[in-house]
């Protein structure tokens, strides 16, 4: 009778942490907006699953003899590690409102903005080896055509002004244009949300 209780809290255990992976999974993606744009919330949303973190700099630090302190998750290491399988198989991005000027590529003022603060965490010692692909996306009032060749305008105007203005590599930054084939609110087509800029850092 004990076996079989322990086993069915086993099983719940396990449908819980499986649950628990499946909502991160499905959690909304998030989109800032030109003023909640940050440099460390960037470089949190870009830095590649397995790259150095606290954790691993806390052992270096124990092994020098250096003590610090580091943040442990609260996941149980069954949960953490199918966690950490999840996040990895989906690539690091980062949308942000990007405003333009209506009907073309030109970037507002806001707009720049933000895209300074990008520049900033792509040059931080945590992203300086990473390369991205900056995604952009329309809404699906127009054409198809005109909304992928508007959403590639745009991408490649965020990736001129990063290497422009802050002279970020070529071979770092591509620009692809998705169109509106990846709505974020689909039932709502004039939602601001639909017209974002996303930045996925490319796999090493």
């Given at each position: 009778?004990?076996?079989?209780?322990?086993?069915?809290?086993?099983?719940?255990?396990?449908?819980?942490?499986?649950?628990?992976?499946?909502?991160?999974?499905?959690?909304?993606?998030?989109?800032?907006?030109?003023?909640?744009?940050?440099?460390?919330?960037?470089?949190?949303?870009?830095?590649?699953?397995?790259?150095?973190?606290?954790?691993?700099?806390?052992?270096?630090?124990?092994?020098?003899?250096?003590?610090?302190?580091?943040?442990?998750?609260?996941?149980?290491?069954?949960?953490?590690?199918?966690?950490?399988?999840?996040?990895?198989?989906?690539?690091?991005?980062?949308?942000?409102?990007?405003t333009?000027?209506?009907n073309?590529?030109?970037?507002?003022?806001?707009a720049?903005?933000?895209?300074?603060?990008?520049?900033?965490a792509?040059?931080?010692?945590?992203?300086?080896?990473?390369?991205?692909?900056?995604?952009?996306h329309?809404?699906?009032?127009?054409?198809?055509?005109?909304?992928?060749?508007?959403?590639?305008?745009r991408?490649?105007s965020?990736?001129d002004?990063?290497?422009?203005?802050?002279?970020?590599?070529?071979?770092?930054?591509?620009?692809?244009?998705?169109?509106?084939?990846?709505?974020?609110?689909?039932?709502?087509?004039?939602?601001?949300?639909?017209?974002?800029?996303?930045?996925?850092?490319?796999?090493?």
């Amino acid at each position: 009778m004990k076996l079989n209780a322990r086993l069915t809290t086993l099983a719940l255990a396990a449908l819980f942490a499986t649950g628990a992976v499946q909502a991160q999974d499905k959690a909304p993606e998030k989109v800032l907006r030109e003023g909640q744009v940050t440099q460390q919330a960037l470089i949190d949303a870009l830095t590649p699953a397995g790259a150095p973190d606290d954790t691993a700099q806390a052992a270096e630090g124990a092994a020098s003899g250096v003590r610090t302190r580091s943040f442990r998750p609260a996941l149980r290491p069954a949960a953490a590690a199918a966690g950490t399988a999840a996040a990895a198989a989906q690539p690091a991005r980062a949308s942000i409102l990007v405003t333009f000027i209506t009907n073309s590529a030109d970037l507002t003022a806001g707009a720049k903005s933000a895209l300074d603060v990008l520049a900033a965490a792509m040059k931080s010692d945590k992203l300086a080896a990473v390369k991205f692909t900056i995604e952009g996306h329309a809404d699906p009032r127009g054409s198809e055509e005109l909304n992928l060749k508007l959403s590639q305008a745009r991408a490649e105007s965020v990736r001129d002004y990063l290497m422009g203005t802050h002279g970020l590599a070529a071979e770092r930054v591509n620009a692809v244009g998705k169109g509106s084939s990846a709505l974020m609110k689909p039932s709502e087509p004039a939602a601001p949300e639909n017209r974002r800029v996303t930045i996925v850092a490319q796999p090493s």
